[in-house]
């Protein structure tokens, strides 16, 4: 998915051009892709590519043959204007390149279309697809810059002039150098796109510089490529509480795919509460027996019961002050004895699942130094989880076989382990939870 602001930019009335700048390997082709992709149903589209050959292309985005493969009905062409095409023949004809001239005797024959075909191809196109919109990208314009010799400025003003102010057709121009500071006045709309080293992967995302005539509600989107698309991510705050059902699925099929019996989810103070809530709801959802938790001090246990029961159809038993109308009730005194494996079996049996949240046992009992040791009682009998504030983790594991981190990227929560980083997106108000990778 683009950023709404790009959709609304394209589809107002009349020509836009969209200049993409970024360092190699920030994804400017795919970017530039994927909005070709997502509006093909408003435009005729088309691509230009100066470096890559289509198979080549085709093996990279395997979608896109059958977007660009699209046929266009033959119908009587509308001439767009030339005016500017023209004055660089002018150019070419002085000598600017004329090297590429055919001489005849001491006369220079210059062919544009010859010359110049994929500048051509791109004015046939807007032709022929007329009255309908065209929505062509210039992949790469310094690529054309180099292959003829021509300033690349010259050209983006060329086809700014003839087709996208004369002719209503929108562009978009990739820039491979992200210098090109001199020209950006010259398209109606600047985007640049970042990469760089985020712990141990990388952090991409881009920067609305720009957007003649139309608002920019948000200028920084942190976006990911996977699976040759880019995805620009968007965090909507929700809550359980106005939700009638919710899809956990994804949560649901991650927690599975770890497969191990103990895990411990370090949580940022960043870290959205209703998608900790989301994580909670997936681990009960798994477990085929009634589950006992001590709740995190933002997820009370009586709206632990209401939800589990709501959306995942479970029974939940809550360990904790007596105030909390807990069905274990916690003095305080030792932890050891207060959650022995007697006193656990009674209330939940055998094989089932023990949500430890650290903040609230640092709440009950003064030292947590027999942690490890429960840790260790409860893994005998049950799976358990533990959820830890990224402020009380002792920075070891605590005996669990897997360490997952609940993080923030500027403002996409993340899951974060050893082997995978996924963003975690709310869709639909929240109704359903995505987790997707990021790349």
Known sequence: MIPEEIVDFFQKSGGHSLLIKGEPGSGKTTFALEILNQLRSSFEIHYISTRVADDVLFLQFPWLKEVLNKEIKKQEKKRVSREELNKLEGLIEEGFIEERAKFEGEEAIVEVGAMLPEIEEIYEFVESVQPKKALVCVDSIDGLSEKYGIPAERILYTLQKDLVERGSANIIFV???????????????????????????????????????????????????????????????????????????????????????????????????????????????????????????????????????????????????????????????????????????????????????????????????????????????????????????????LGVERTIYLERMENIPVIKDAKILKAVIPEDGGKKIALIPLM
């Not at 699925?249 to 949580?267: A, D, G, P, T």
């Not at 947590?368 to 989880?385: F, M, V, Y």
Request: with cysteine; glycine share 4%; proline share 4%.
């Open 175 to 397: 820039l491979e150098s992200s210098s090109f500071e001199n020209i950006e006045y010259l398209g109606d709309g600047v985007i640049s796109l970042y990469h760089e080293p985020w712990d141990s992967c990388w952090k991409r995302y881009m920067i609305i510089r720009k957007l003649r005539g139309s608002a920019v509600k948000k200028s920084k989107y942190i976006y990911t490529l996977y699976d040759g698309h880019l995805n620009a991510l968007e965090y909507d705050n929700f809550s359980l509480d106005t939700l009638k059902n919710i899809d956990l699925s994804h949560l649901i099929e991650y927690i599975k795919s770890l497969r191990v019996n103990s895990i411990n989810f370090v949580v940022s103070p960043e870290f959205p509460v209703e998608v900790l809530q989301a994580i909670i709801l997936s681990l009960l959802s798994i477990n085929e027996r009634e589950s006992l938790i001590i709740p995190p001090t933002t997820y009370p246990g009586n709206v632990i019961k209401n939800h589990a029961r709501k959306f995942v159809g479970k029974n939940v038993k809550i360990a904790g002050f007596s105030k909390e109308q807990a069905d274990i009730i916690l003095e305080g005194r030792d932890m050891l004895i207060e959650l022995s494996s007697d006193i656990v079996r009674y209330h939940i049996g055998d094989k089932s699942l023990v949500i430890l949240s650290v903040d609230t046992m640092g709440d009950l009992y003064e030292n947590l130094r027999d942690l490890p040791r429960l840790i260790d009682s409860i893994k005998a009998n049950h799976r358990i989880a533990l959820i830890t504030p990224q402020e009380n983790y002792p920075g070891r594991n």
